[in-house]
């Protein structure tokens, strides 16, 4: 199951819910013998070690296991950037080493109705994934070590659009895998209503980005969004790459909203 990225830089929020969606009829509906295998589309032009690439490949990489019983792969995409590797090569990642054990937890649960953010147990861990809007703090049942952190603790703090396995450090019979998802909101340090006033505006931005409404909207999220148009004051949004621009019709355009325009850029 290939997914191509939502924008250069990745997947946004509403793309990942239709990758799981899919994954999810797929996991249910296909005959068996059954392996579904999901595979995430690297940014090629940047090395496969980058901080974008890393944090990405752990989003597909818990997503998969979350929401799946198959398989998962994160190719480095296409580029004419030379790093010793073919184009669409397929690389062995280091957090893929971890070794979770079988999964005993349910697959696509959402624990304490908290949009976006799933966990799933495992015999010698947890995966958790995120796509709520903002960094969750999670309290495990028991001290756990961070695969990519490092960090080993009960309580973990998980970025938003990244993922992380967590491996047990003392034995437990315990599958009842439960987690308490306290209150963690990162500190825009500009609030959205004083850099985009227009309520109206905001919505629309977060309906297009597949956020729920109470999630703070920060510059960095409007980053996924290429252009943003005003229309007979109804907000419709392109996601414009490249020639395809072109292909708009003019007569259908009309003010590109200047807030968004000079945020944008910043």
Known sequence: METLKDYPGGYNYKGLQEIENTLHWCEENLRAPQINSLEGFGIGTQPPDSTENLRNMRLITTLGLTHSDGYVLYNMGLTDVDYGLPHHAHIWYDFWDADLGKPVGEKA??????????????TNG????????????????????GVASGITSATHIVPDLDGEMYLKQEASTNSVGAVEVLDFTTVDPQAASEWMPDAALRAAVLEELGLPA?????????????????????????????????????????????????????
């Open 109 to 122: 649960q959402l624990y304490e109705n908290r949009e976006g953010l799933f966990i799933r147990e495992f």
């Open 214 to 266: 109470d999630v703070p909207l920060t510059k960095d999220k409007m980053l996924v969004l290429t252009r943003l148009y005003q229309i007979n004051g109804n907000y419709l949004i392109f996601r414009v790459v490249g020639a395809v621009s072109q292909q708009i019709p003019n007569t259908y355009l009309a003010l590109i909203h200047h807030t968004i325009e000079v945020n944008l850029r910043k």
């Open 126 to 145: 947890w995966a958790v994934y995120n796509r709520s809007g903002k960094a969750q703090k999670i309290q495990l049942p028991i001290q756990a070590t």
